[in-house]
């Protein structure tokens, strides 16, 4: 179960989050929706032991070894080849190379695997960030925009991938701007307005209170609802 509960995170004399809770349930797939600058990837760096939050508790159900983690800068290794890259990972967690192969199928990347970094596109970037977060098969995923600025095509394999990955068991937590994105794979969403949650629930139920009739509403205009404000 992932859990945050009263979190405050201040840079300097700005916070820029303001007591944040929800709880997401194990072996579902949670969406955390906002603008950019709204606190998403400082949620995620606070869950992944990566920043410390100045108030609140939080937990994920998870050992630091039982999480995998997908950030929107990749840190994947630009000279190594798809493969290596996932080698040095799987010599960290002490598994098989074989895992290396598999995760890299998972994501369509075969093909790829003797190709650098530097010789992959954005897309292909982004699905090996992923084959690397899945890698060991964690209990629990935290995925920062896992398909911002891919094509629709990919976007879909990634989503079936995720979908895939919470049916075998994990626990997935992402970030999204994309609200069409959280309805076909979310069964809860918390929305994220300037560090503080300003709706929670399903994402059925989201879009009925601020979309027209059957359609989804864009984020933008659920967020114009909510604050009364347009974004910047
Ligand atoms: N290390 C840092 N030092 C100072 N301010 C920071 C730091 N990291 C983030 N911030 C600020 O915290 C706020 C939230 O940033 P965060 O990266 O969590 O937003 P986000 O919702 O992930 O945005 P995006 O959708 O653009 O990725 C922003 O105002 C950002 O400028
Ligand atoms: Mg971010």
Known sequence: MIK?????????????????TFEAKENRIFGLLGPSGAG???????????????????????????TGLMLDEDGLYPRLTCLQNLNVFADIYGISHEKSHEALKNVGLTEAAKKTVLELSKGMRQRLSLA?????SPKVLFLDEPTSGLDPATARGIHKLIKN????????????HNMDEAVKLCYHVAL???????????????????????????LESVFIKLTGVELE
Do not use: W
């Open 40 to 66: 998403k990837t400082t949620i995620i760096n606070i869950l992944t032991g990566q920043l410390t939050q100045d108030e609140g508790t939080f937990e994920t159900g998870a050992k630091p070894f039982e």
């Open 4 to 20: 945050m509960n009263s979190i405050v995170k201040c840079f300097g004399s700005k916070t820029v989050l303001s007591g944040v």
């Open 132 to 136: 690397r977060a899945i890698l060991h």
């Open 165 to 176: 990955l919470s049916e075998a068991g994990s626990a997935i937590f992402l970030t999204t």
């Open 192 to 218: 994220l307005h300037q560090g503080v949650i300003v709706e929670q629930g399903e994402p059925a139920q989201i879009c009925e209170k601020y979309g027209a009739i059957k359609t989804v509403p864009d």
